[in-house]
């Protein structure tokens, strides 16, 4: 092998590696950005639950209440039903 073809062979693998490094850069940009989407994400997910809860929390409170307030009419109405 003549030293030209050494030459353009050392070239083609540098050139090669440089190329295999902007392709890394670009993967591991994708992945920080991937990860930021998912950080993101889960940031919504437990805003939502926190919301549900309260929802939940809010309705079973109402309907304590309404059995609170309905046991008055219902024994009122047990009574009459009796006589």
Sequence with gaps: MSDEQVIRLLEEIRDLQKEQL???????????????????????QKSAVRT??????????????????????TCAVTRFLRH
Excluded at 27 to 43: C, D, F, G, S, T
């Design 22 to 44: 902007a392709n890394y850069k670009h993967a591991i940009e994708n992945q920080h950005q991937a990860i930021e989407v998912q950080k993101q994400a889960v940031e919504r």
């Design 52 to 73: 549900v809860r309260l929802a939940l929390l809010a309705i079973v409170l109402v309907l304590f209440g309404l059995i609170f307030l309905a046991q008055p009419f």
